[in-house]
């Protein structure tokens, strides 16, 4: 195992070491470049104070993103790369930050605050690899394994659970026993811990290949900070449609979409609104009329509450809303969504339908899959097409509208809705000449 450090990551380690203090990668760059996948960001420890790194790179923007923990970000080529001083922890009772950080002179110090043993490796070219709790041979086994007590160490820090399960997600790594057992006995503190710091975890966790397995074996620490999953494990579907419980089925869903993270919560979410809904007629089938609805009000109220930006939850509530909808391979129908849904998200919903029937029973999947195959088809040529779907496109605007006289106003609006309502029915062709003739007409 061995790493090549980009030119940059040498250069920030040599400018340190040539103003006299240590200083090694660590952390994700180092696991993640032993063990062969890309590495997102380099980051360093150095035994120097934030003013002596601020000192060493003063010929470059430094931004001060944490001098209190000792973080201070330099800027090269437009870059962000975050060198902090070697610190120990104490407690994170806001769960936030810790409450208290010493910095230390040790490098030893600094690796025994890190989380799993993977995450505490150190390297530079002078020393070579720094491994003091054996990471190396955790990446080998390819297990994840809290440095110390783990009590202890998600008492800390609770977030440290969900990190646990999302790069066992992404990774497809197991989780060391003691690690797992203590997961499930500390997992209420996660309610303690800040939205912000949740969500950006759970996206990583819920776009890994492995999901399902996280999904299925760790279901109550998610119950912990989304409660309303819990009524979904184990809830029988009883309908010809499904072949699983629903929590089985939401799982198999999230698994069977491309790895976004708008999509994969919105599968999470997609059937929250079931238990809610469900009648059962006279046959004994259950069925679950407006869940829709009902679980695009619930997601957003999760989202909000986990403190999602704005536009994810618009995404996850407008996917979830239409997530069961029969679009017919109609072409003025697929025109309708892609003005009202937009094609971004019209194509999504399409993803995800796809992933949801393919996590179904086998009942009537070949006529499901084969209607959505014709509307995936008609929607990719409209778009390729310069066929007319949206006002965009339209062959008029609102300058062409006031030219015939009509004052400016709302007015404007529904004269040009109502023409592309009828170019998109078929009913006009999309001509400057035909609409303004149409157009006369109405006003
Ligand atoms: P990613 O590839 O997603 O960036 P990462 O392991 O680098 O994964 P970061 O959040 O960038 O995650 O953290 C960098 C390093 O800081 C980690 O590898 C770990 O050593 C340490 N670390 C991060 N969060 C914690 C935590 N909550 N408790 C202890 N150590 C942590
Ligand atoms: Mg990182």
Same mark, same amino acid.
């Given at each position: 195992?061995?790493?090549?450090?980009?030119?940059?990551?040498?250069?920030?380690?040599?400018?340190?070491?040539?103003?006299?203090?240590?200083?090694?990668?660590?952390?994700?760059c180092?696991? /993640?470049?032993?063990?062969?996948?890309?590495?997102?960001d380099?980051?360093f420890?150095?035994?120097?104070?934030? /003013?002596e790194?601020?000192?060493?790179?003063?010929?470059?923007?430094?931004?001060?993103?944490g001098?209190?923990?000792?973080?201070?970000?330099?800027?090269?080529?437009?870059k962000?790369?975050?060198?902090?001083?070697?610190?120990?922890?104490?407690?994170?009772?806001?769960?936030?930050?810790?409450d208290?950080?010493?910095?230390?002179?040790?490098?030893?110090?600094?690796l025994?605050?890190?989380?799993?043993? +993977?995450?505490?490796?150190?390297?530079?070219?002078?020393?070579?690899?720094?491994?003091?709790?054996?990471? +190396?041979?955790?990446?080998?086994?390819?297990?994840?394994?809290?440095?110390?007590?783990?009590?202890?160490?998600?008492?800390?820090?609770?977030?440290?659970?969900?990190?646990?399960?999302?790069?066992?997600?992404t990774?497809?790594?197991?989780?060391?026993?003691?690690?797992?057992?203590?997961?499930? *006995?500390?997992?209420?503190?996660?309610?303690?811990v800040?939205?912000?710091?949740?969500?950006?975890?759970?996206?990583?966790?819920?776009?890994?290949?492995?999901? /399902?397995?996280?999904?299925?074996?760790?279901?109550?620490?998610?119950?912990?900070?989304?409660?309303?999953?819990?009524?979904?494990?184990g809830?029988?579907?009883?309908?010809?449609?499904?072949?699983k419980?629903?929590?089985r089925?939401?799982?198999?869903?999230?698994?069977?979409t491309?790895?976004?993270?708008?999509?994969?919560?919105?599968?999470?979410?997609?059937?929250?609104?079931?238990?809610?809904?469900?009648? *059962? /007629?006279?046959?004994?089938?259950?069925?679950?009329?407006?869940h829709?609805?009902?679980?695009?009000?619930?997601?957003?109220?999760?989202?909000?509450?986990l403190?999602?930006?704005?536009y994810?939850?618009?995404?996850?509530?407008?996917?979830?809303?239409?997530?069961?909808?029969?679009?017919?391979?109609?072409?003025?129908?697929?025109?309708?969504?892609?003005?009202d849904?937009?094609t *971004?998200?019209?194509?999504?919903?399409?993803?995800?339908?796809?992933?949801?029937?393919?996590?179904?029973?086998?009942?009537?999947?070949?006529e499901?899959i084969?209607?959505l195959?014709?509307?995936?088809?008609?929607?990719?040529?409209?778009?390729?097409?310069?066929?007319?779907?949206?006002l965009?496109s339209?062959?008029?605007n609102?300058?062409d +509208?006031?030219h015939?006289?009509?004052?400016?106003?709302? +007015?404007?609006?529904?004269?040009?809705?109502?023409?592309?309502?009828?170019v998109?029915?078929?009913?006009?062709?999309?001509?400057?000449e035909?609409?303004?003739?149409?157009?006369?007409?109405?006003?």
């Amino acid at each position: 195992m061995k790493i090549v450090l980009p030119e940059v990551a040498s250069f920030i380690i040599e400018t340190l070491e040539n103003n006299g203090f240590e200083c090694f990668a660590v952390g994700g760059c180092v696991r /993640d470049s032993l063990s062969g996948r890309n590495v997102n960001d380099w980051d360093f420890t150095t035994n120097a104070t934030p /003013d002596e790194i601020e000192n060493c790179f003063s010929s470059f923007t430094t931004i001060d993103i944490g001098k209190k923990y000792g973080t201070i970000c330099v800027v090269i080529d437009n870059k962000n790369y975050e060198i902090t001083t070697y610190r120990t922890d104490g407690d994170y009772a806001d769960s936030r930050h810790p409450d208290s950080v010493t910095f230390s002179t040790t490098l030893s110090d600094d690796l025994s605050r890190r989380d799993f043993t +993977i995450n505490a490796i150190a390297y530079n070219d002078r020393v070579g690899l720094v491994d003091e709790y054996n990471g +190396i041979r955790d990446l080998e086994l390819g297990v994840i394994r809290c440095i110390g007590d783990p009590d202890v160490r998600f008492t800390e820090d609770a977030l440290r659970i969900l990190r646990a399960l999302r790069f066992a997600s992404t990774f497809g790594y197991s989780i060391e026993h003691n690690t797992s057992v203590s997961i499930i *006995n500390n997992r209420d503190r996660l309610s303690m811990v800040a939205p912000e710091r949740i969500n950006k975890e759970l996206s990583k966790l819920l776009c890994g290949d492995h999901v /399902d397995f996280i999904l299925r074996r760790y279901r109550d620490v998610i119950a912990v900070f989304i409660p309303e999953v819990s009524s979904m494990f184990g809830f029988d579907q009883n309908s010809k449609h499904h072949n699983k419980d629903l929590w089985r089925h939401t799982v198999s869903a999230v698994k069977n979409t491309p790895p976004d993270e708008v999509l994969r919560t919105t599968m999470l979410l997609h059937d929250i609104g079931k238990p809610m809904t469900v009648f *059962n /007629d006279k046959k004994g089938a259950s069925h679950f009329p407006n869940h829709q609805k009902l679980g695009a009000a619930m997601a957003t109220t999760i989202l909000k509450r986990l403190k999602y930006p704005s536009y994810f939850v618009n995404d996850v509530n407008t996917l979830i809303e239409n997530h069961d909808n029969r679009i017919k391979p109609d072409t003025a129908e697929i025109k309708r969504y892609m003005r009202d849904l937009g094609t *971004n998200i019209f194509s999504m919903l399409l993803s995800i339908q796809r992933a949801d029937i393919l996590a179904q029973s086998m009942y009537k999947r070949e006529e499901k899959i084969g209607t959505l195959d014709k509307v995936l088809s008609e929607y990719l040529r409209i778009l390729e097409s310069d066929e007319c779907y949206s006002l965009d496109s339209l062959a008029v605007n609102g300058k062409d +509208i006031i030219h015939l006289g009509v004052q400016s106003g709302e +007015i404007i609006g529904k004269i040009l809705s109502e023409l592309l309502n009828k170019v998109i029915e078929g009913k006009l062709p999309n001509t400057k000449e035909a609409l303004l003739f149409y157009a006369k007409n109405i006003i």
